[in-house]
């Protein structure tokens, strides 16, 4: 039975995904939630997720995909590998999976299916494009359409971050009126420390980068 | 390093995919086989798929992707499931995991990329199509610009099965010399029967229908 008015939320409890989820719950009447786990480096962020969705009362499914890291080692999923502090000016950073969302995405595809739902919301952005291919909307539309030839089925793929940086999902959480939440209990951190983080790896700088700009414009 | 010459083949020990196993080893100098474990019924599959790759001389990997078969089950990983002796009219056959053909296709492509190699050969057709849309030529060319977009990188998806029927594939087997191989070491029969399998099931009887056609054809 296809459930029109109920969207999968791809959720890791970041800062990003966070703010989609409350988006999808604005938007639909159910929600659900899918946090994938591969060899992370911080179980912490899966709790964190899990608590995360408790609060706003989605049910929450854990799917292991640990099968990708093996196939493509990098700095997230092996801990020889030493996180870069800044991005290689060359090359992708060496936290990239190759093809992460796109393993992301069509699991939760699946799994969406299997449910009867047929909204699928992520939280990739190419506003603050980190140099992934697989955040472009190009590919999120590519993708849309292979899933729906895979299976014989209408999915929509919602990016609702698609065009924000990070300054504009401050101010998005904001306007869902979990600011504070998102601010004090999501973990974007590479290092593995939650809300304003280490404050030195490339996520932490981005997070301050777009906070303390959007509390600049939302005090004046 | 890009491997020109190199390709990695989708293999399951079945009549489709060891015919195609050879024909990737006329085309490329380099060939390596990926086969997918999902819990189905029948381990057997898996070990007639290593004895093939070995007398091959083609290095094989395991992939286990049974988290697929627990987001979608069927018959095919689901013992409880009865297998449906025909397909029914006016649905997929019961063995169908929705977009199954698509999650071996990206981990193959990510397998693949992390070995250079560019190339991937997949036994899908569309001539005796059975209902699955995964196996048809608009989702394969769908799936590879989805690929080269989520990875920026230039797949190339070959599907040299792609308008042949059963009869047709045999033929293919025994220009690449290696219709007795197929004949008595493959195992297609969804029973788990190697070789001319239980006979009755679904897959049985179309691989019986090709062989007897093409034997008529090859000995008038």
Redesign the interface.
Known sequence: MIQQDAALVCFSGGQDSTTCLFWAKKHFSRVEAVCFTYGQKHSLEIEIARTIAGQANVPFHL???S??GQ??PNSLTDPSIRMDEDKPADSYPNTFV??R???FL??A???A??KGIFHLVTGVSEADYSGY??C?D??IR??N???N?????QFVLHTPLMNRDKKAVWQLSDELEVFDLVRNQTLTCYNGIPADGCGSCPACKLRKEGLDSYLETKNK
Chains 1, 2 share one sequence.
């Open positions: 799917l292991d995909v099968l990708l196939l493509a190759p093809g969302n796109m393993v069509t699991f595809a699946v799994m299916r299997n291919p697989d472009r190009t590919f590519s993708l359409v292979t899933l030839l895979a299976m014989d089925e």
